[in-house]
């Protein structure tokens, strides 16, 4: 699980209940283990590797030492995410890497290392949590809508090219939900039943609520 949010964390409680392995990865290694000491408090072990996902051999380096840790891969969850408010006629080159290097660039560091492994393990899924941890605010800016079309045109491609090697490839959309007269963030216990939705039906794409520009 790369970018570990609370979602993921009952997620990553759900599947290690099921006996599966679980690693976290993340810029953080204060931040790695202190999750690590709370899952495992709850019965929970899990491995933990410090990766900044926007730099190759970072990213190299923690998939080197989860390979010697398990050899087998069976799902990498990619749940990394940046906001940019910038308008185009505002927008500096800068800010653009920024936001491509986390919410694009990032997932393709990550899945080009984890393929391999995903192949030997005779397939598996790959999740990208779109958006990153919650839906994009309505007034978010041209970088953050440039690299998500982007990484939507990316995830399609590369979901036709390893489909006949059982990768899934899995785009889980986080959106806002109706109630009555107001419209509202989704509950945490909503993006975990979307999660465990997409990790065991392996759909091509999932919508929890609604989201603009995006069929559920």
Same mark, same amino acid.
């Given at each position: ?158 979901? #036709? $090219?390893?489909?006949? +090697?059982? *990768?899934?490839?899995?785009? &889980?959309?986080?959106?806002?939900? /109706?109630?009555?007269?107001? =419209? #509202? $963030?989704?509950?945490? +216990?909503? *993006?975990?039943?979307?999660? &465990?939705?997409?990790?065991?039906? /392996?759909?091509?794409?999932? =919508? ?9």
């Amino acid at each position: 699980m790369v970018g570990p949010s609370p979602e993921l964390l009952e997620l990553a409680r759900v599947l290690g209940r099921r006996g599966e392995q679980v690693a976290l990865m993340a810029r953080s290694e204060i931040r790695l283990q202190q999750l690590r000491a709370q899952l495992e408090g709850e019965g929970v072990p899990c491995q933990i590797f410090a990766a900044d996902v926007t730099e190759p051999d970072s990213v190299l380096q923690a998939f080197t030492k989860l390979s010697r840790w398990s050899p087998r891969l069976d799902r990498l969850i990619y749940n990394k995410g940046a906001v940019s408010s910038e308008q185009a006629v505002q927008l500096t080159e800068s800010e653009m890497h920024r936001v491509m290097s986390v919410n694009l660039f990032g997932f393709v560091n990550c899945f080009q290392l984890a393929h391999p492994m995903l192949k030997r393990t005779g397939g598996g899924t790959a999740v990208i949590v779109a958006g990153g941890q919650r839906s994009q605010p309505p007034e978010s800016g041209v970088a953050s809508e440039v690299s998500r079309a982007a990484l939507q045109i990316y995830a399609s491609a590369l979901r #036709r $090219e390893v489909a006949a +090697e059982n *990768i899934s490839v899995c785009e &889980l959309f986080l959106g806002r939900v /109706r109630d009555r007269e107001n =419209v #509202r $963030e989704l509950l945490p +216990e909503e *993006i975990v039943a979307g999660l &465990l939705h997409i990790v065991d039906h /392996r759909p091509d794409r999932y =919508v929890v609520g609604r989201l603009s520009g995006v069929e559920e």
